[in-house]
């Protein structure tokens, strides 16, 4: 594994070997960026994101990383600094909370997946986050908005995580700030081609259906990935910013149930 040179522009993108953290990736190499890309157990899925970030001319690593395992983050970002000496974004996608068998095993796992994981790899990351680098958060209009609106009962613990990831880390602007850092947070709507649309719809019968009547069509995993790509690559806007990626949220806030 050879370290890229200082003139490269790096990205990685946690989660991406499928769902919205793959064309995320694939967004950013074809603007020029090397990436790597964290995935739990999807090897062969990561593998091929990567062989396609090759395809486009330039460096992938794929790193076997359960964000909430310490030993793991720490092993992963040794195998990061070896490949690497800076980043110049920082994707924050992968995100948990409603799979069934983690959450029986450990109930506090939304908390640990969406807001302590999240810190934790920021702060791995922040040695090699240069002046002038970029950290998105990625959420939901559900999670950006909790507590201000009806929730579903299966996502509940998943909005209060990531909401609780999104504070934490808006917490933290001043920092980022004084070390040439932004932070940008992107929500989406529900997402098609990603695993959340089938979760819910077990225990929401008729939202997706009610949701696409609402909007037309819902947005996709590729549109998704390609706006938090796009944004992070925008120079134009502050710290601190919310792009948002579907439905508008005064929409959302508008609607008396899900």
Known sequence: MSELSNSCRVALVTGASRGIGAPTALTL??????????????????????????????????????????????????????????????????????????????????????????????????????????IVFITSHWAHLYGRMQQIPAYEPVAESKFAGEQALRQRQEEFAARGIRLLIVTGDIIEGTITPKLLARSAPGLLADKRSASGKLPTAEEMGRAIALAALNPELPSGSLIVVGAPLEAMLDQESL
Not at 50 to 60: A, D, F, K, M, N
Request: net charge negative; hydrophobic share 40%.
């Open 29 to 134: 190499a074809e603007h020029g960026y090397d990436l790597a890309i964290t995935y739990r157990n999807k090897a062969a899925r990561a593998n091929e994101v990567v062989g396609r970030i090759e395809e486009l001319g330039h460096e992938g690593l794929a790193l076997a990383c359960d964000m909430t395992n310490p030993d793991d983050l720490k092993r992963g970002f040794a195998a990061l600094r070896e490949w690497t000496d800076h980043l110049d974004i920082l994707v924050l996608n992968a995100s948990g909370g409603m799979e069934r068998d983690l959450v029986a095993t450990n109930p506090n796992y939304p908390m640990l997946i969406n807001r302590d994981a999240q810190i934790a790899l920021v702060e791995a990351a922040l040695p090699l986050l240069s002046t002038g680098s970029t």
